[in-house]
């Protein structure tokens, strides 16, 4: 069960890109720094989790044993992210937050310092360019799972808050 957990957390996590690719790239490069000493197949197992625990206790990035995008940055591992439609997406991304009215423009620039503060905090290693995409959500997820906030993958109230967004108003930008 564990293990399908993390197969799909790491689904999640790269978006569009193929996982067993990922798992494989992450396998030959642990390998090759001397964590992993298995077969690299691009097959996620216990080998795989342990060898990702160790990387991240070494490098002093959160151990989860799963492939996040801090994890993947630091093993220098680039994962295409897939944009996806700016009118649609940009407001699906403050539905239930106090920011769903505002304007686009505002919108765009709250997205861009939430990808510059998720980067910082190293939940996300896209571009800060404020073009909202799956990877964004998907380190908006894995921050408010490890705040221990309600998982919307959304920026809500509570998120822009604990992102120091908040404050901001329209006018601000």
Do not use: C, H
């Not at 044993?65 to 649609?88: C, D, F, H, Y």
């Not at 910082?120 to 990877?135: D, I, K, M, R």
């Amino acid at each position: 069960m564990k293990t399908l957990l993390a197969a799909l957390l790491l689904a999640l996590t790269i978006g569009a890109a193929r996982a067993d690719d990922v798992v494989l790239a992450a396998q030959t490069r642990l390998a090759r720094l001397g964590y992993y000493d298995g077969k690299a197949d691009g097959a996620w197992g216990k080998n795989t989790s342990l060898a990702v625990q160790r990387f991240q206790a070494a490098k002093k990035i959160r151990v989860t044993g799963e492939l996040n995008p801090a994890t993947l940055n630091a093993l220098g591992i680039k994962v295409p992210e897939q944009p996806v439609s700016r009118g649609v997406a940009l407001a699906d991304l403050f539905v239930g937050g106090p920011y769903l009215t505002a304007p686009p423009e505002f919108q765009v620039q709250t997205v861009k310092k939430a990808q510059q503060n998720l980067r910082l905090l190293g939940f996300y290693n896209g571009p800060a360019n404020g073009v909202p995409t799956t990877a964004l959500s998907d380190a908006l997820r894995t921050y408010q799972k490890d705040n221990r906030f309600k998982t919307t993958g959304r920026l809500d109230k509570t998120t822009l808050q604990a992102l120091d967004l908040l404050t901001l108003a329209p006018g601000d930008y």
